[in-house]
């Protein structure tokens, strides 16, 4: 037998028996790993490759012109755990660069973002999307920017052989949106290039703009807290009027996000501009102590003292007119009191007249009726012996007294007795306290013989 053929059958022969005990090997391997669970890890790799699927469910324009063949394609991932699917188009099994891209993560690959959207490039053999993240958090809600894309150990975005979660990191943030539908309030960081933030925040009836040294840190609620005491430059419109505030402002409240002007430069939609500082008098902005500069050009000193300035404001609340219209309402409010004034007045020097007229008259009158000395003493509400009833009448009512009567002899006594209760409830029924209080400073008792004072005691 030639050698060389017997070292080629021998070496078949060892060749056969090599692959055999591989096969046996490999068989008991696989026995085996079903007992440490190999197999179903295996299984699951199987599954989540049957689960990858290319389809065209989503509509994304074309940016530029695409390469001939490429199609629009969504590459969907799935385990036991979540996934994710990715849109847009693919040529030559990659993603075609500076095109739309649209990624939709679900639970629990990335369990803050749900949705990243932008355009697709790749810089140094690594994938990039320049666009905008949507996230599931309380209060964070976008991040506009450049992000970092890999689902793979190379970096890149495969649109093949899928099998590793989606990696997200950000490259270069932008802006940043967070929104609390509780306190109906969002609020948006633009950050610049310098460093700085460039803070909104738009709030029910209000947006609030300033500039933040450094990025904006949850949780928002106290930050905005301690940081509104500090900032000088805050500026507040407040919609729909679109009246604009620059200065320091303050927060109203905890529950719902509300600023108000503190000290600064007002400008009402109107024209006028108020400098100054402010009260936020149960929510009204109503100007304090500054100057007010009117549309139509002139100017008025404020002063928090002045209470028909303030009220005026605070009652222009719901009627939304200027205050140019408040100060000339309240000069026709001044001009109105002021002839309200003067008729009142000259109601009183009528009255007065008429009274000093009829008072004439009647001095007149009892001077003729009694004589001047007699006449002179009742003009005085004066009282004095010998009087007859009829002359005390004129200076003392019978109403105001209680009577008695009895006779000595020929004479008839008479006396009367002043009764201050009964007098003071009269006159009240009557007016005539004048009368009531002349008799109470002079006597108490009268006492009439025949008709005559005889006794005042």
């Not at 074309?62 to 188009?89: C, H, M, N, V």
Request: aromatic residues 12%; neutral net charge.
């Amino acid at each position: 037998m030639n050698k060389n053929l017997f070292k080629t059958k021998w070496k078949s022969k060892s060749f056969a028996v090599i692959i055999i005990f591989v096969l046996l090997f490999l068989s008991n391997i696989t026995a085996s790993s079903q007992i440490f669970g190999i197999s179903q890890i295996v299984k699951n790799i199987k599954e989540s490759r049957k689960s990858q699927k290319e389809t065209t469910d989503v509509e994304i324009e074309p940016l530029a012109p695409l390469p001939k063949g490429a199609q629009l394609k969504t590459i969907r991932y799935r385990d036991g755990f979540g996934g994710y699917e990715i849109s847009g188009y693919v040529y030559k099994n990659k993603f075609v660069e500076e095109q739309s891209l649209i990624i939709k993560v679900s639970t629990h690959h990335i369990s803050q973002i749900s949705t990243i959207k932008g355009i697709y490039f790749c810089e140094e053999g690594i994938s990039y999307i320049d666009g905008y993240a949507t996230y599931n958090l309380p209060d964070l809600v976008r991040l506009d920017g450049i992000f970092k894309i890999t689902n793979n150990e190379k970096n890149t975005l495969s649109t093949n052989d899928i099998y590793s979660k989606l990696k997200v990191e950000t490259s270069s943030i932008i802006s940043r949106h967070w929104e609390d539908k509780y306190k109906k309030t969002t609020i948006y960081e633009d950050i610049q290039t310098d460093g700085t933030s460039a803070i909104s925040i738009i709030c029910p009836n209000q947006i609030v703009e300033f500039v933040l040294l450094k990025q904006l840190d949850p949780p928002i609620d106290r930050f905005m807290q301690d940081y509104f005491g500090k900032q000088n430059e805050v500026k507040l419109t407040f919609t729909p009027k679109n009246d604009i505030f620059v200065g320091t402002v303050g927060i109203d409240g905890y529950s719902k996000m509300r600023f108000f002007p503190k000290e600064g430069e007002y400008k009402y939609s109107t024209g006028e501009i108020f400098t100054g500082t402010f009260n936020n008098y149960n929510g009204i902005r109503i100007p304090e102590k500054g100057k007010m500069i009117y549309a139509d050009g002139s100017s008025e000193d404020f002063n928090y003292n002045n209470k028909d300035i303030f009220e005026a404001f605070a009652d222009a609340k719901n009627t939304n007119i200027s205050p140019t219209e408040i100060r000339d309402n309240l000069k026709i409010e001044k001009q109105k009191q002021e002839i309200e004034k003067r008729e009142k007045e000259a109601d009183r020097q009528k009255e007065w007249e008429k009274e000093r007229k009829q008072k004439a008259l009647r001095n007149q009158s009892l001077i003729a009726k009694y004589g001047e000395e007699v006449g002179n003493l009742l003009i005085q509400k004066k009282l004095a012996l010998g009087m007859t009833k009829e002359m005390v009448k004129e200076v003392v009512s019978e109403e105001f007294c209680e009577k008695s009567i009895f006779q000595i002899g020929n004479n008839v006594i008479e006396t009367w007795y002043f009764n201050l209760s009964s007098a003071a409830s009269l006159a009240r029924e009557l007016g005539a306290y004048s009368q009531a209080a002349n008799l109470a400073s002079q006597s108490q008792t009268l006492v009439f013989t025949n008709n005559k004072l005889t006794a005042i005691y």
